[in-house]
């Protein structure tokens, strides 16, 4: 879990620093994704990955 909260203050910085405020949505859109793959497991994010094909 110290990893994960490392990871996301790193990324947090390097977008203020760096100035590329684009990569927000795109970082939190995968946090949201994995934390949904977490809670609900992967079968229910496969089923919306194949109606998408």
Do not use: D, R
Not at 14 to 39: D, Q, S, T
């Amino acid at each position: 879990m110290k990893k994960l909260i490392y990871m996301f203050k790193e990324s947090i910085q390097l977008i203020k620093k760096h100035k590329v405020y684009f990569f927000a949505p795109i970082i939190l859109f995968l946090i949201f994704l994995g934390i949904l793959v977490f809670i609900l497991g992967p079968t229910a994010i496969m089923t919306f990955i194949y109606a998408g094909m």
